[in-house]
């Protein structure tokens, strides 16, 4: 699956080779597939009317709108599926303030306890950025990492409080986050000095 610019998502079948347009959009944000179920989610945006977030669960034939309150939408810049669990959903916004600060909210849908604010941060970003990369996060969303153009921040507490685990010189921008043979939740970054690896909030080198 992909999403192009002009706002549409098409699909193909044969690795590659040939695409098949499944729809159009105006204004297409931002085009997941959820890693549980393959299901598609898609962040769209149509002139005159509120942002929404639309859900396929049939390989994209049939699209459905997730009942999120559109305020809520406007500010966002990343789906996130959850990582055990196609039914629910968080989304990352970012809103800037008359302060010049950005402020970062992560947010949780889910279909039968509906929606609910993570946790909610705040950063000056340096010039010409926005301020923060989407964060990464355990299953049970107990430890969440959220890049931002500053530093690398960690909460063990499900964003109720932040550190800082590293001052970031220049990050790529390219955060990883994986599980290996050992069940540990680890991220994975890069930025001019090296690549580096954390786990629980603790800082190493590979």
Known sequence: FAGTSKGAIIKSIDGGNSWRLLETRDNLIKFIVDPVQSQLLALVAVAGKPTRIIRSADGGEHWTSLDIPPATLRYTTHLLPSPDDSATLYFFSQQETVSRRTIGRLYRYDPEAGLSLVFERSVRPKPMSTGFWPPLFSNDVKEIYLPTDRGLLFSST?????????????????????????????????????????????????
Do not use: Q
């Open 158 to 206: 499900s964003g109720r409080s932040f550190r800082t685990v590293a001052n970031l010189l220049e990050p790529s921008g390219n955060f990883v986050s994986r599980k290996p043979a050992n069940k540990i939740f680890e991220i994975l970054f890069a930025d001019r000095r090296g690549l580096y690896k954390v786990i629980s909030g603790r800082l190493t080198r590979p």
